[in-house]
Each structure stands twice: as C-alpha cells, then as structure tokens.
C-alpha cells in the first residue's frame, strides 16, 4: 500500500492560505463543517465539474441533463424510502453531551479523552443506540403545520426519477439513455469532519442510466470501468485508487450490485463515489407513490417494461478533495523546499499566469498585450507584485502548469520564457505563437510526476 499520503492538516492549511476553501462564517465562529469557496476553490471545484459534464454529455449522445428542484413534494421521501429509512444510528455521551455515530465508535475520540473511543473513557456514559434521519426538515409557506413540512434533498438522484416521464417525452430519447444532474444536496451527518470530505452540505453529480433489464449487468460493468477511468485520465495515480465491490451484507436491499471507486485520502481508503445497480426500484416505488406509471413503450417490439437503472454517484467536494490530496507535493528546489500543486492542467484552476520580470520599462505594458491574446486560451492571471521567486512559488501552490515570463529580451525580440510548473523547464517562445503553443501543451495528454515510473 502506498505510504506517500499527505496530511490533511497540510490540505486545509494550503486551501485556507490560498483562498481555495474556508470555514463559513468564520467571523461568528463557523459553523460545525461547513465551508465556503474562495476563488481557486471554485475554480477547481467548477472544473471537476466541467469535467464530469463533459464526460457525461459532450463525450456522449444518450445522456441529457436536468437541473430539478431542491425542495421537491415531501412523498418523494416517503417513495424512495428516505423518510423511513435514511437514518444513521446514534448514541448520546449523557456526561459531555456529543452525539456519535453508533457504527463508528471505534474510529472516534471521547472529547474528554482523547486516547480513547467514545464508551471507553472513565466518565463516558453512552444512551442506548436510536435511529436518527439524516434529513433536513423546513416548512413551506406561511404557515407551520404538519402539511406544510418539506426537506432538503439528501441526493439529486430522486430529482431525476420523478421527472422520467418529462424527459422521455421531450428528449426522444429511448433505453438505454441516461439523466444527469450536479447540485447541492443536504444530510444531517452525526459526525461530518475530515474537512470537506463530510459536510452536511455539498454537491453530487449524479447520472441514472435507464437500460432494458437484459441489459443492465453489462452496463453496470461498463459504469464501473468508466467512472474509475475518469479519475485516472484525469491524472489520479492508479495506486491510490481502487474499485470495491461491496459485500452482500452492505449492499442496500435494492441494489442488485454496487461497487465503490474509493481513494487513498489521509484518512485511510474512502468512497469517492459510487457505482450501484439499482434494478426497477425507484421508478417502480414513484409509481406506486404518484399513480403515474413510469415505463417504457418500446414502439417496435410493443413491448412494455420499467427500465432498470444504473447509478454513478459521485460527489464534487469529495473529488475536489481527491484532486488536491493527490497533486500535493513538496519538491526542494536547490535547498529552498516549494510545496506545489501538481493538478491535470484541465483541473487546475488557473492555466496560465503572466508576469513581467520587473515593474518598468514596458514590461508590464507587453505582458499585459500577452495576457489579453490568452483570453481564449483558458484561465489566465496577471501578477506583477513581489519578486519573480515569489510569484513563482505562488502560482506553483495554486497549481498553475505555465508561468509566462515578460523581460528584458522580450521588448527586444517579442518572445517570452515558459516555464512548466512539473520539470521547471523554461523555453523561449515567440509572443505571436504563445496562444497556439499553450493550447497544444495544455491539451497534451498529461501523467502525474508523482507517479511511480512505469
Ligand atoms: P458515505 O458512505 O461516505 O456516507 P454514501 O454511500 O452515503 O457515502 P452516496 O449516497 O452514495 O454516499 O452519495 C454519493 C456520493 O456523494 C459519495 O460517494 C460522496 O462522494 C458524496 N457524498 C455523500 N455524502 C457526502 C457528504 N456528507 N459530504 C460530502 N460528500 C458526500
């Protein structure tokens, strides 16, 4: 097992001195595991997401998107079993008054000692285990009565199911097909932690892939491999990155198969997303819920059947997270240590940074005529302040793979110096072939240097 995993104290210090994520409302104290982006947070975070689009719809033809509702009609809940069963065991400490995860006790410190699970310390007194659901409840409108409750979707998938019938109808679209969406989703967690890798409030991206039930073992092979190949090409390393099947006691009682793609993150081996075949079951429960039969009408054969459903479930943060963990690196440079990002250029937020080596002599004003001819090129910043050292390490901890630099021999002779972020090479480059040279590099395929050498 690969031992090179960093800490997430160095994760949540390099993404607070960044601005990439911090605690929200930090100036009232923060609020127990909830984060907000700052600019290179959302920037990665949107291009994780880009990513996942654009393997769902632009790679593809049988998938189309949705963006559904957060607060959907409360008998959705009772349909796919979330009022009744989404819930986590929980146990009360009666001396400190934490709550815990009953089924994680042994992963956990008693806040009083440390040393030891909850249960386990002198003063711990533990309440039996209840079952707590992980919903948010609101009410709806004006006023607060039983009628009027609503909850926060807990995932994105039920959004989807309940509009089967609108996208079939306006899609022309016929099994096998898939829906997907990207939004926030909402869970009570007993114990989030492990920054944002559990919060109570965070983005999934999910697709539901609707097949003839003949079908469905093969396509469930095909999203498994699929999925797990996304994060690869997107340059995590393959030892820090596995496909579990789950065991049979795990399995949720509709799914006739679920696997997990599960990273090395400081915390041990964790889902990252899931991968689960969930037969006919939601289409089946929101027809018997709402009345209205959510099946296919296959015109040739005249045949009528509910489509099963393939599940890739994964989620934004959790993979953001995945992509910082694994890129982080520390390199020492001629005895100075620099702590880089080495992020897949198409994950990185910024792609290219310009700087003109000193603050005169129309440096600043060519470097600026540079940035403007990579506006369409992909993300650029412009920085001036500080020495050319300085900027550098900046952009290196933000994940930058090209510094273009701007000095004296560029007024001469209109070329610049690149410089990549991974090998620290730097090349001369003519201003007027820049645009075209970075769009090449930056679409290149790309491995990550902390891979072990094949
Ligand atoms: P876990 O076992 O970690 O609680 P889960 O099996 O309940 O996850 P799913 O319901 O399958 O998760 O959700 C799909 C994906 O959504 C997960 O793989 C994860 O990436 C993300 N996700 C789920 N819960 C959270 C959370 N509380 N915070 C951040 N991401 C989450």
Redesign the pocket.
């Known amino acids: 097992m690969p031992t090179d995993v960093v800490t997430m104290d160095k994760i949540v210090a390099l993404c607070k001195r960044r601005g990439f994520v911090f605690p929200s409302s930090e100036i009232y104290g923060g609020l127990g595991s909830t984060y907000d982006f700052g600019h290179y947070g959302v920037l990665l975070k949107r291009n994780v997401k880009d990513e996942w689009w654009r393997a769902m719809l632009q790679d593809r033809e049988d998938i189309v998107a949705l963006d559904s509702a957060i607060l959907q009609h409360p008998r959705t809940w009772e349909a796919s079993g979330h009022l009744a069963g989404f819930t986590d065991p929980l146990v009360d400490c009666r001396t400190c008054g934490t709550r815990f995860r009953a089924d994680h006790l042994a992963d956990l410190q008693c806040p009083r000692k440390p040393s030891k699970p909850p249960g386990e310390g002198p003063e711990c007194d533990l309440t039996d285990a209840r079952e707590f659901n992980l919903m948010f409840e609101t009410t709806v409108g004006p006023v607060r009565d039983a009628g009027s409750v609503a909850y926060l979707r807990p ?1 994105t998938a039920q959004g989807i199911f309940v509009n089967f019938k609108n996208v079939l109808q306006f899609a022309r679209k016929k099994p096998p097909f898939g829906i997907a969406q990207v939004g926030k ?1 909402f ?1 009570n ?1 007993i114990t ?1 932690g492990n920054f ?5 409030e ?1 983005e ?1 991206m ?1 697709m539901e892939f609707f097949v003839p039930p003949g079908e469905a073992q093969d396509w469930y092979a095909f999203w498994k491999e699929a999925r797990f190949d996304w994060y690869v090409e997107l340059g995590i390393r393959t030892d820090h990155l596995r496909l579990r099947a789950h065991d049979s006691d795990e399995l949720s009682h509709y799914s006739s198969g679920t696997a ?1 793609v599960e990273y090395l993150f400081p915390i041990g081996w ?5 991968v689960a075949n969930r037969g006919d079951f939601d289409l089946t429960q929101h027809t018997e819920y709402s009345g209205e039969r959510l099946e296919y009408f296959d015109q040739a054969t005249k045949e009528r059947y509910t489509p099963h459903v393939i599940e890739p ?3 934004a ?3 953001t997270l995945a992509f910082l963990v694994d890129a982080y690196d520390e390199d020492d440079l001629g005895g100075e240590q620099r702590t880089v990002l080495k992020l897949h250029p198409r994950i990185a937020p910024v792609k290219v940074a310009v700087l003109p080596l000193v603050r005169k002599d129309g440096q600043p004003e060519l470097a600026r005529e540079v940035l403007a001819s990579l506006r369409g090129v992909g993300q650029a910043e412009y920085d001036e302040g500080g020495s050319i050292g300085k900027r550098y390490r900046r952009q290196d901890e933000i994940g930058t793979p090209y510094c273009v630099t701007v000095d004296h021999q560029s007024l001469e002779d209109r070329t610049v110096t690149v410089r990549d972020r991974d090998t620290l090479a730097q090349e001369r480059v003519a201003v007027d072939a820049l645009p075209g040279e970075l769009a090449g590099r930056l679409a290149a395929p790309w491995r990550s240097p902390k891979s072990a050498p094949v």
Not at 196 to 200: A, D, E, G, L, V
Not at 270 to 274: A, N
């Open positions: 995932e989703s869970r967690e989030p944002i890798f559990r919060t109570r965070f999934q999910e997990d964790s889902e990252l997303e899931g479930a994964a989620g943060d959790r993979a």
